[in-house]
C-alpha cells in the first residue's frame, strides 16, 4: 500500500508534480488576485478593507487543517510505526506555522478599520496564537532533539496534546462571547456570504493549497535526501 | 489480528487524550467567566457581585433611534433584546460603529444601567454581500 513511498521512483515523480504546478501556479496565483483585489464587489459596510479576507480566511483555513493532518499522521506514526510519516509532518509543520502567522498578522492588520483595534485578548485570537505556539514547539523538538525517535515521540505527544485546540478554535466563537465575527461559511446550511465573493474566495484557497504542495513536496524531497544520506536504510 | 505491540500503543494513546481532555474541559469550565470577552446587558444585571471601580467590558447592539452625538460625547444604548444599559462615551469612534450594528464597550459600570466607556469597538457581524444587494434587500424591506 505505501510502496509508492518506499520507491525510490518518488523522486522523478515528485520533481514532475513541482514542475507542473510551477507552470500553473503563477498563472493561477494572478487570475486569483486579481478577482480578490479587482473584480469581486465591495462589502455593503466595509467598504474595500473586505478584501483582507481573500488572503485571511484561507490562511486560517491552512493553519487549522495543517495541524489535523499533522495530528492525524502523528498518532497513526504512533500506532503503526510507519516510517516515512514523521517525515510527512516535519515538512508540513513550517507550512502550517507560516499560514497561522498570516491568518494573525492579517487578521490584525484587517481589525484596525472594521473593530477599531489591532489587537483583542477574545477566545478565537487567544485560541490562534496557542496554535502558532504549537507549531513552534513542534518545530522546534525537531530543531533541537537529535535522537530521532525520541524527537518523533515528543512530536507526537505535542501534536495530539495541540489537536484539542483545534474545536476549540473552531467553536470559540460560538462557545463564548467574542469580538471576532462567528463562521460566514457554514458546511451545513446556508452561507452568510454572498456568491459573488465566495467564488473568489474558494478560488484563492485552492492557490494557497497549490502553494503548500509546492513548498511540502520541495520540504519532504530534502527530507527524504537527508535520510538518505546518513545511510539509516529506511528506502530500499 | 492487530499484534499486541500496537493495541498497547492504541490503547495508551486513546487513555492520554482521554484524559487530556478532561483536563482541559475543567480547565476551560473554571476560567469559563473569564474567557468572555464581553458581558451582555443581562448578563450585568444578575451579576452578583459587580465592582464599579474595575474595567470591564459590555457588548451588544447598539438599540435603533438611541445614538445621540453631541460636541461633548456620544450616547447610545447598548441592548440584547431583553436588558439595556445606557452608555455615555468621548473619543473617537470605528468606522463601522452605526445604530443596529454591534459594539464593544470597555469602560467601567456607573450603575447598573448606566455606563462610561473610554473606548468603543465595533462588532460586525458575518453577513458579507455586495452594496448593490443591500440597496435591494432594504427596498423590499419596505
Known amino acids: 500500500m505505501f510502496s509508492l513511498f518506499y520507491n525510490s521512483n518518488i523522486f522523478i515523480w515528485i520533481e514532475r508534480i513541482i514542475k507542473f504546478i510551477n507552470s500553473i501556479f503563477f498563472i493561477f496565483l494572478l487570475i486569483g488576485l486579481s478577482f480578490a483585489l479587482i473584480f469581486s464587489p465591495p462589502d455593503y459596510l466595509q467598504g474595500d478593507s473586505v478584501r483582507i479576507m481573500y488572503v485571511h480566511v484561507p490562511a486560517?483555513?491552512?493553519?487549522?487543517?495543517?495541524?489535523?493532518?499533522?495530528?492525524?499522521?502523528?498518532?497513526?506514526?504512533?500506532?503503526?510505526?510507519?516510517k516515512n510519516l514523521p517525515l510527512i509532518t516535519k515538512s508540513?509543520?513550517?507550512?502550517?506555522?507560516?499560514?497561522?502567522?498570516?491568518?494573525?498578522?492579517?487578521?490584525?492588520?484587517?481589525?484596525?478599520?472594521?473593530?477599531?483595534?489591532?489587537?483583542?485578548?477574545?477566545?478565537?485570537?487567544?485560541?490562534?496564537?496557542?496554535?502558532?505556539?504549537?507549531?513552534?514547539?513542534?518545530?522546534?523538538?525537531?530543531?533541537?532533539?537529535?535522537?530521532?525517535?525520541?524527537?518523533?515521540?515528543?512530536?507526537?505527544?505535542?501534536?495530539?496534546?495541540?489537536?484539542?485546540?483545534?474545536?476549540i478554535i473552531k467553536y470559540s466563537v460560538e462557545w463564548w462571547s467574542t469580538l471576532h465575527q462567528p463562521a460566514s461559511i457554514k458546511i451545513t446550511g446556508t452561507s452568510t456570504i454572498h456568491p459573488s465573493m465566495l467564488m473568489p474566495l474558494l478560488f484563492m484557497f485552492f492557490v494557497l493549497i497549490l502553494y503548500c504542495a509546492l513548498i511540502f513536496l520541495m520540504k519532504y524531497k530534502t527530507e527524504i535526501i537527508r535520510i538518505k544520506k546518513k545511510n539509516l536504510k529506511r528506502y530500499d | 489480528?492487530?499484534?499486541?505491540?500496537?493495541?498497547?500503543?492504541?490503547?495508551?494513546?486513546?487513555?492520554?487524550?482521554?484524559?487530556?481532555v478532561i483536563g482541559i474541559f475543567l480547565i476551560l469550565s473554571a476560567l469559563n467567566k473569564n474567557i468572555l470577552y464581553f458581558n451582555s446587558p443581562t448578563d450585568i444585571k444578575f451579576k452578583q457581585d459587580i465592582d464599579f471601580n474595575k474595567?470591564?467590558?459590555?457588548?451588544?447592539?447598539?438599540?435603533?433611534?438611541?445614538?445621540?452625538?453631541?460636541?461633548?460625547?456620544?450616547?447610545?444604548?447598548?441592548?440584547?433584546?431583553?436588558?439595556?444599559?445606557?452608555?455615555?462615551?468621548?473619543?473617537?469612534?470605528?468606522?463601522?460603529?452605526?445604530?443596529?450594528?454591534?459594539v464593544v464597550a470597555e469602560g467601567?459600570?456607573?450603575?447598573?444601567?448606566?455606563?462610561?466607556?473610554?473606548?468603543?469597538?465595533?462588532?460586525?457581524?458575518?453577513?458579507?454581500m455586495p452594496p448593490e444587494l443591500k440597496n435591494i434587500i432594504e427596498e423590499n424591506a419596505k
Open chain 1, 60 to 82: 486560517a483555513w491552512i493553519g487549522l487543517s495543517s495541524f489535523s493532518l499533522i495530528a492525524l499522521l502523528s498518532i497513526l506514526h504512533f500506532i503503526f510505526k510507519i
Open chain 1, 92 to 167: 508540513v509543520a513550517p507550512i502550517g506555522l507560516m499560514f497561522t502567522c498570516i491568518a494573525i498578522v492579517t487578521g490584525s492588520i484587517w481589525g484596525q478599520p472594521t473593530w477599531g483595534t489591532f489587537w483583542a485578548w477574545d477566545a478565537r485570537i487567544t485560541s490562534m496564537v496557542i496554535l502558532a505556539l504549537f507549531y513552534f514547539i513542534l518545530i522546534l523538538t525537531h530543531k533541537f532533539i537529535s535522537d530521532e525517535n525520541k524527537a518523533n515521540k515528543i512530536a507526537c505527544v505535542v501534536a495530539v496534546l495541540g489537536s484539542i485546540n483545534i474545536p
Open chain 2, 1 to 20: 489480528m492487530l499484534p499486541i505491540k500496537v493495541k498497547k500503543r492504541a490503547s495508551l494513546l486513546a487513555v492520554f487524550l482521554t484524559v487530556s
Open chain 2, 55 to 102: 474595567k470591564i467590558r459590555i457588548g451588544g447592539m447598539v438599540k435603533k433611534n438611541t445614538l445621540d452625538i453631541n460636541n461633548q460625547e456620544i450616547i447610545f444604548t447598548v441592548t440584547d433584546f431583553k436588558n439595556e444599559i445606557k452608555v455615555s462615551f468621548r473619543g473617537t469612534i470605528p468606522n463601522l460603529f452605526a445604530e443596529g450594528k454591534g
Open chain 2, 108 to 128: 467601567k459600570l456607573k450603575d447598573k444601567k448606566f455606563f462610561i466607556a473610554d473606548r468603543i469597538l465595533a462588532k460586525h457581524d458575518e453577513n458579507y
